[in-house]
């Protein structure tokens, strides 16, 4: 597997999910600004979106959407997904909930919106987090078990600190036990987060 990634984009969740599962995989970085590979590359001609992440397979299908990458990497590596009956569901729900809202509140932060603008965004991410955090079942979104779920959300709370947006104190708990982990840690050191 191939992952192109941009540092502290939301394709470091799937960056920490390749860790935590222990697959083989290399990384190719994208420079968003000039959208060209580390090698030059036009990353137009693998994804024509023109943005991070994409997961090249070993049969060279290409995925993008991160709520589709992060589902196919629990369904290929289970211990990345919540157990039961509607373990899946509930994860594409809260990845959905994630990526929609979540990610998308934060825009005028990370493109220049105005203070008025980042201001509103900051109370958007708050309300939203708050109603993250009222779905948190224990150490993590959906009991004692990392997901990938959790992995997107670490993200999202790395944004937050970089913004200074306030998150619900279980939030805080959740990004910290995460930034403790060997996966999270190989993933920010390489992409330069440490």
């Known amino acids: ?32 600004r000039t959208k060209q590979t580390e090698s030059g590359q036009d990353f137009h001609q693998l994804n024509a979106k023109g943005y991070v ?34 373990g899946r569901t509930r994860q594409l729900e809260a990845l959905a909930f994630i990526s929609t809202e979540i990610h998308r509140a934060f825009k005028p932060m990370w493109h220049g919106g105005t203070d ?32 990938v779920a959790d992995c997107y959300l670490f993200v999202m709370l790395l944004w937050a600190e970089r913004f200074e947006v306030a998150v619900p104190p279980v939030l805080a708990g959740l990004r910290d036990r995460m930034r403790a982990l060997p996966s999270v840690q190989r993933a920010m050191a390489t992409e330069g987060l440490q």
């Not at 990634?5 to 860790?19: G, K, M, V, W």
């Not at 995925?63 to 009956?85: C, H, K, M, R, Y």
């Not at 603008?117 to 990392?146: C, N, P």
């Open 53 to 86: 992440p994409t997961l090249v397979l070993e049969e060279g299908e290409i995925l993008t959407e991160n709520i589709a990458v992060l589902d196919w990497l629990s369904s290929q590596f289970e211990a990345l997904a919540p157990q039961g009956p509607m």
């Open 116 to 147: 008025r603008d980042r201001a509103k965004a900051a109370a958007t991410v708050i309300a939203l987090l708050t109603m993250m955090a009222d779905s948190v079942q224990g150490e993590y979104l959906f009991g004692d078990k990392l997901s």
């Open 1 to 32: 597997m191939r992952l192109y990634y941009a540092p502290l984009a939301c394709s470091l969740a799937d960056h920490i999910a390749l860790h935590e599962a222990g697959a083989e995989f290399t990384l190719v970085r994208v420079d968003m």
